[in-house]
């Protein structure tokens, strides 16, 4: 069974920063797809970023480029979030996801993925 458990988030100032990490476990991740999600309260389940565990190709969704980071450890089987300069909008819950056979123009698609995190909050106060 797939276990993804997720670490990190808290409460920041405007401009400040939070790494958020996402351990999975279960069976061996060597292919596929880790992605990023968040919720704000009253809003849909929106796509923050996704990394491919072979090649390493990564997606960032157009509110977080050149803000937030994702990264992966294949030895670890972890996929961390750097999230830099972040921004009251950026509060959310974020929740960390796994998919094994999804085309990359799906990468996006909460509905692709196959096991979710826990979740975590991240409240980030102007």
């Known amino acids: 069974q797939v276990q993804l458990v997720q670490s990190g988030g808290g409460l920041v100032q405007a401009g400040g920063s939070l790494r958020l990490s996402c351990a999975a476990s279960g069976r061996t991740f060597n292919s596929g797809v880790m992605g990023w999600f968040r919720q704000a309260p009253g809003k849909e389940r929106e796509f923050v970023a996704a990394i491919t565990w072979t090649i390493g190709i990564i997606y960032y969704a157009d509110s977080v480029k050149g803000r937030f980071t994702i990264s992966r450890d294949n030895a670890k089987s972890t996929v961390d979030l750097q999230m830099n300069s972040l921004k009251p909008e950026d509060t959310a819950i974020y929740y960390c996801?796994?998919?094994?056979?999804?085309?990359?123009?799906?990468?996006?698609?909460?509905?692709?993925?196959?096991?979710w995190g826990q979740g975590t909050q991240v409240t980030v106060s102007s």
């Open positions: 996801a796994s998919g094994q056979r999804i085309h990359s123009r799906d990468y996006g698609r909460g509905g692709e993925y196959d096991y």
